[in-house]
């Protein structure tokens, strides 16, 4: 009976334990929120101003590369837009990070939430932009626009703007992009001169290169030469595949391009079978790199090429000499004597240069319609692009970050420090109407791009970015979103690589039924209903 | 005695059974009110009261859809595989653990057995692609130092199915032996003595005492995993699989992944959810009751 009494006890006292933690849980969460509330009263007392401070939640990309005691949430740059945008407007700008690597994923998932959505938005993808245009999801802003937003419609124009419209209403601000070129290949010059070659001018020339690096193997890799880096990133696919792409009409141009996520894919154009071709025979006579179908993000091939590896690849225009990579200076530290240096080589049957190039604008900005705050992030964006708002939040501090140079093009100065530069390590995250410097004109956007390199490799940006200006075609213009690209843009992605990485891997004589069958798998998942949709739409607006 | 003198007499065990059924009443059965995405033509942005009904227009879509199909051959028979390969490992790994005489090395053996269940399989994706790649994989490294061609583990899509259950059995094998050397420290010593003592060998020991006194465990795991054969994690599939061998890799999660959350169509997702939640009751309770007709044992 006694040990039952106990056990009676134990019993009670356990239950009374559990609901004291439940009811402190509860208390301190409330303590939590009155406490924040306090702090933001006080904010709003403090600036002078009699009404209470709102809160502004704009939404900022995470890269988690954020320098040691700063965040994207905490930085020089948030410092700066809330003493010079929110005190003097008695707004609290609060960022929300979300990871760049699933920036779509993770804003579907905030727009479902309903209120916790920041009031600024923005993605890459235009079929998600019209996605949520056409779900209703979005706030319109022509209003706004015209009220607030005299900078902003200055600073971007009537045909950035344009890309943001959705059914003649503005659901979006496009950011202005300043400089359009895309890609840019680079080669050995080092092996070239050592096998004394010529550099190749054709892709019929590469391949005869790429041949001799193999076997030849100038670089003394110990048979593991990798003539051409390769992965399934645009950067490496694009401008092979386009190279083999026929003189087509504008009609051709039209309806058989497919436009998946932000790019314009040419999987149904004439040539795009060659150029699967090309790969499969270049993969199989291990001219490419054998892990490529793995290497999505490019982190193997840049390996690959520090470590003296690779012959010849196209890449985003500057990025094998940019800081943030250091691709070159690793690969100079590695092999001394090594030389990346950029040239233009894949050639289409006309003998140009052919590859593709942005469209004038960058990511779509959004605002959500359940957002209450429409007025002040219009505010925000509009203050953003007040000429020396947009120039400070790029380039920092005058005489600390940068000097301006006698073409008025900002430089940085020699003995800039790191705790310097890294008050602007996300700037382009934060400058988020603007991609890249806007300086007024394309050569001076693109020698402050240069500008940015170090001294070493600015010749070579130079050059690179001299590269991927040339020859350039635009996307195409589409008057009205094409729904089946917006449903099957993700699935058809996943599928256009996919037949890619099988087609090139497949034994030769196996090309032929894979490339069939895995078209028919393309066009049987959502390609036709694109196709039909954009063949529909060409003979409309004939 | 009457239910209610009982309920008084018992209450504190009644209050104590509060949270657990809390948990399942808000985390299990609340949700289940968003099945209705499935019949609806669900727009987030009008929330699930505000879309429109539509019948089983999206069942009909999914079930028109070929990467469905596909999804779901790959679903099952990498569950299947896994049955045969991942689910006799963590048994055969615990008998030998529990015939081992020196303590301590039992210990370490186990401590090291669990540690790949802590691993993140993002973590084991990249440990995966260091040591099985083609070009400068460590396994591939050694087959060439041998002299003899290199294998494409990860690229070929049947190697990639070994390469898929080997880091499996790697992965889970030691913490799945957890149950089974828990239910063995139920077997009576005496039994193992006296069987000595009449002569029986180790294997026989094995097969007579230690298997039989494990067979509850068996057939019990046994259900629960045929429950799960219709769905399948998302992680291992994701990060291990690779566009070269999206034939075999793409299952249902990743497809539900891509059509729901990358491409935002939920009401697909949700049918897709359902499909398998229904299938998957249809699974156990088919287990269930064939375990209960072969052999008595049954978990209802």
């Known amino acids: 009976m006694g040990r039952k009494m106990f056990g009676k006890k134990m019993a009670s006292t356990l239950l009374a334990a559990l609901t004291a933690i439940g009811f402190l849980a509860g208390c301190s969460g409330n303590g939590g929120k009155d406490a924040a509330t306090g702090t933001s009263g006080n904010g709003g007392s403090s600036a002078g101003a009699a009404k209470e401070a709102v809160t502004l939640k704009v939404e900022v990309f995470e890269r988690g590369n954020s320098p040691a005691g700063m965040s994207v949430t905490n930085n020089y740059l948030t410092k700066f837009v809330q003493d010079h945008f929110g005190k003097p407007n008695n707004i609290n700008v609060e960022y929300v990070p979300v990871p760049r690597s699933e920036e779509v994923e993770k804003l579907n998932v905030l727009m479902a939430s309903g209120g916790d959505v920041p009031d600024i938005v923005f993605t890459y993808d235009q079929n998600v932009f019209y996605r949520y245009a056409q779900q209703g999801g979005l706030t319109d802003l022509t209003e706004l626009l015209d009220q607030q937003g005299t900078n902003l419609k200055k600073f971007l124009g009537e045909d950035t703007l344009a890309y943001g419209k959705f059914e003649g209403k503005q659901f979006a601000i496009p950011a202005k992009r300043a400089n359009l070129g895309k890609y840019a290949s680079a080669i050995r010059q080092d092996w070239l001169d050592k096998l004394g070659l010529p550099v190749p001018k054709t892709t019929e020339e590469l391949y005869n290169t790429l041949k001799a690096f193999k076997e030849k193997d100038p670089g003394g890799t110990g048979g593991k030469v990798i003539p051409l880096g390769m992965t399934i990133a645009p950067a490496q696919i694009d401008p092979l595949v386009w190279s083999f792409i026929q003189p087509t009409t504008d009609e051709q141009k039209f309806t058989l391009t497919q436009r998946l996520g932000s790019n314009d894919y040419p999987i149904l154009l004439p040539g795009f079978k060659d150029a699967l071709q090309f790969m499969n025979k270049l993969y199989n006579e291990g001219l490419m790199s054998k892990d490529f179908g793995l290497d999505k993000d490019k982190k193997q091939l840049y390996q690959d090429v520090s470590n003296g590896k690779v012959g010849f690849l196209s890449e985003d225009d500057t990025n094998l000499y940019d800081d943030g990579n250091k691709i070159s200076s690793t690969l100079e530290q590695n092999v001394p004597g090594a030389n990346l240096k950029p040239v233009d080589v894949y050639t289409n049957s006309e003998g140009k240069h052919a590859k593709p190039r942005y469209a004038p604008n960058g990511m779509y900005i959004m605002i959500p319609k359940s957002s209450e705050r429409a007025a002040e992030a219009i505010k925000y964006l509009d203050w953003m692009a007040i000429p020396d708002n947009l120039f400070h939040m790029q380039n920092g501090v005058e005489g600390e970050n940068y000097t301006l140079n006698e073409n008025g093009v900002p430089v940085a100065p020699a003995n800039v420090t790191e705790e310097t530069k890294n008050r602007l390590y996300n700037s382009g995250d934060m400058a988020i109407i603007s991609n890249g410097q806007q300086l007024g004109s394309d050569d001076k956007n693109r020698e402050a791009t240069v500008q940015a390199m170090s001294p070493k490799y600015q010749d070579k940006a130079r050059e690179s970015l001299k590269i991927s200006n040339s020859d350039t075609f635009p996307p195409v213009l589409l008057s009205k979103p094409i729904e089946a690209q917006t449903k099957y843009g993700t699935t058809l992605q996943d599928k256009y690589f996919e037949i890619i990485v099988k087609t090139t891997m497949v034994k030769p004589d196996k090309f032929e039924s894979t490339y069939e069958s895995m078209m028919k798998d393309y066009m049987a998942s959502g390609g036709q209903a694109i196709l039909d949709e954009r063949t529909a739409l060409y003979k409309e607006s004939k | ?300």
């Open chain 2, 1 to 300: 005695m009457s239910m209610t003198v009982y309920l008084r007499r018992y209450w504190q065990l009644y209050a104590l059974l509060v949270l657990p059924l809390a948990y399942f009443l808000v985390f299990k059965y609340g949700p289940m009110y968003g099945i209705q995405i499935a019949f609806k033509d669900f727009n987030f942005f009008q929330g699930i009261n505000g879309s429109e009904w539509i019948g089983l227009e999206a069942f009909k879509e999914v079930f028109g859809m070929r990467d469905f199909y596909i999804t779901l051959r790959n679903t099952l028979m990498l569950n299947g595989l896994d049955l045969l390969v991942s689910f006799p490992a963590p048994l055969l790994l615990a008998i030998m653990l529990y015939e081992l005489k020196s303590i301590w090395f039992k210990k370490l053996s186990q401590t090291i057995l669990y540690i790949p269940h802590f691993i993140s399989w993002v973590i084991i994706g990249g440990i995966v692609s260091q040591v099985f790649g083609t070009q400068s994989g460590m396994v591939n490294n050694f087959i060439a130092g041998l002299g003899f061609g290199e294998i494409p583990f990860l690229l070929d899509k049947h190697y990639w199915l070994f390469t898929y259950l080997i880091v499996g059995v790697w992965q889970s094998a030691g913490w799945g032996t957890i149950i089974y050397l828990a239910a063995l420290t139920g077997i009576n010593k005496e039994l193992f003595e006296a069987a000595e003592v009449d002569g029986a060998g180790r294997l026989k020991r094995i097969w007579h005492i230690t298997v039989p006194g494990l067979k509850p465990t068996i057939i019990t795991l046994l259900i629960i995993n045929l429950g799960h054969m219709i769905s399948i994690g998302f992680e291992r599939p994701f990060n291990i699989g690779n566009t070269a061998v999206r034939e075999y890799a793409d299952v249902l999660s990743t497809f539900v992944y891509r059509v729901g959350l990358q491409s935002g169509q939920y009401t697909i997702a949700t049918v897709v959810g359902l499909f398998q939640a229904v299938v998957g009751l249809v699974f156990v309770l088919g287990a269930n009751y064939a375990s209960k007709k072969l052999t008595d044992e049954s978990i209802l």
